[in-house]
Protein backbone atom coordinates (compact mmCIF):
# COMPACT_ATOMS: atom_id res chain seq x y z
CA UNK A 1 0.00 0.00 0.00
CA UNK A 2 2.44 2.60 1.08
CA UNK A 3 4.45 1.22 -2.45
CA UNK A 4 1.68 2.44 -4.21
CA UNK A 5 1.01 5.45 -2.87
CA UNK A 6 4.45 6.67 -3.75
CA UNK A 7 4.37 5.51 -6.99
CA UNK A 8 0.69 7.52 -7.29
CA UNK A 9 2.69 10.66 -5.50
CA UNK A 10 5.55 10.54 -8.28
CA UNK A 11 2.89 9.99 -11.00
CA UNK A 12 0.67 13.50 -9.63
CA UNK A 13 4.33 15.22 -9.36
CA UNK A 14 5.57 14.65 -12.66
CA UNK A 15 2.15 15.42 -13.79
CA UNK A 16 2.38 18.70 -11.60
CA UNK A 17 5.89 19.41 -13.16
CA UNK A 18 4.84 19.16 -16.76
CA UNK A 19 1.16 21.33 -16.28
CA UNK A 20 3.56 24.00 -14.54
CA UNK A 21 5.89 23.50 -17.83
CA UNK A 22 3.06 23.97 -19.77
CA UNK A 23 1.53 27.01 -18.13
CA UNK A 24 4.75 28.54 -18.05
CA UNK A 25 4.88 28.08 -21.87
CA UNK A 26 1.56 29.16 -22.84
CA UNK A 27 2.29 32.64 -20.40
CA UNK A 28 5.39 33.13 -22.09
CA UNK A 29 3.21 33.11 -25.54
CA UNK A 30 0.64 35.15 -24.75
CA UNK A 31 3.17 37.93 -23.46
CA UNK A 32 5.06 37.24 -26.69
CA UNK A 33 1.87 37.64 -29.13
CA UNK A 34 0.60 41.04 -27.00
CA UNK A 35 4.14 42.44 -27.82
CA UNK A 36 3.44 41.55 -31.38
CA UNK A 37 0.18 42.75 -31.46
CA UNK A 38 1.46 46.28 -29.78
CA UNK A 39 4.06 46.48 -32.55
CA UNK A 40 1.85 45.58 -34.94
CA UNK A 41 -0.90 48.46 -34.70
CA UNK A 42 0.69 51.09 -36.04
CA UNK A 43 0.50 49.97 -39.25
CA UNK A 44 -3.39 48.89 -38.71
CA UNK A 45 -3.39 52.56 -38.26
CA UNK A 46 -1.53 53.59 -41.36
CA UNK A 47 -3.27 50.97 -43.38
CA UNK A 48 -6.45 52.30 -41.96
CA UNK A 49 -5.54 55.67 -43.03
CA UNK A 50 -4.52 54.51 -46.49
CA UNK A 51 -8.03 52.73 -46.48
CA UNK A 52 -10.18 55.87 -45.51
CA UNK A 53 -8.20 57.66 -48.56
CA UNK A 54 -8.83 54.92 -51.05
CA UNK A 55 -12.20 55.01 -49.97
CA UNK A 56 -12.36 59.14 -50.17
CA UNK A 57 -10.69 58.77 -53.89
CA UNK A 58 -13.42 56.41 -54.85
CA UNK A 59 -15.90 58.38 -53.38
CA UNK A 60 -14.89 61.15 -55.56
CA UNK A 61 -14.41 59.22 -59.05
CA UNK A 62 -18.46 57.97 -58.36
CA UNK A 63 -19.52 61.38 -58.19
CA UNK A 64 -18.06 62.00 -60.96
CA UNK A 65 -19.17 59.57 -63.03
CA UNK A 66 -22.23 60.28 -62.49
CA UNK A 67 -21.85 63.97 -63.17
CA UNK A 68 -20.74 62.93 -66.70
CA UNK A 69 -23.50 60.72 -66.78
CA UNK A 70 -25.77 63.53 -66.55
CA UNK A 71 -24.29 65.81 -68.61
CA UNK A 72 -23.70 62.91 -71.23
CA UNK A 73 -27.42 62.27 -70.55
CA UNK A 74 -28.36 66.14 -71.05
CA UNK A 75 -26.25 66.57 -74.30
CA UNK A 76 -28.35 63.33 -75.74
CA UNK A 77 -31.85 65.15 -75.12
CA UNK A 78 -30.16 68.00 -76.77
CA UNK A 79 -29.72 66.41 -79.66
CA UNK A 80 -32.99 64.98 -79.82
CA UNK A 81 -34.71 68.10 -79.60
CA UNK A 82 -32.28 69.15 -82.37
CA UNK A 83 -33.33 66.54 -84.20
CA UNK A 84 -36.40 66.84 -83.99
CA UNK A 85 -36.69 70.66 -84.30
CA UNK A 86 -34.28 70.10 -87.86
CA UNK A 87 -37.06 68.05 -89.05
CA UNK A 88 -40.10 70.31 -88.36
CA UNK A 89 -37.68 72.98 -90.28
CA UNK A 90 -37.40 70.74 -93.29
Known sequence: MHQALLTDHDRLQNLHDLLTQDYERARVE????KSK?????PIAISHSREL?????????????????????ADLHNEQGALKRELDQIR
Do not use: G, I, P, W
Open 30 to 33: NADM
Open 37 to 41: LKSQR
Open 52 to 72: DEMRTVLEHERSERDRQLRAY
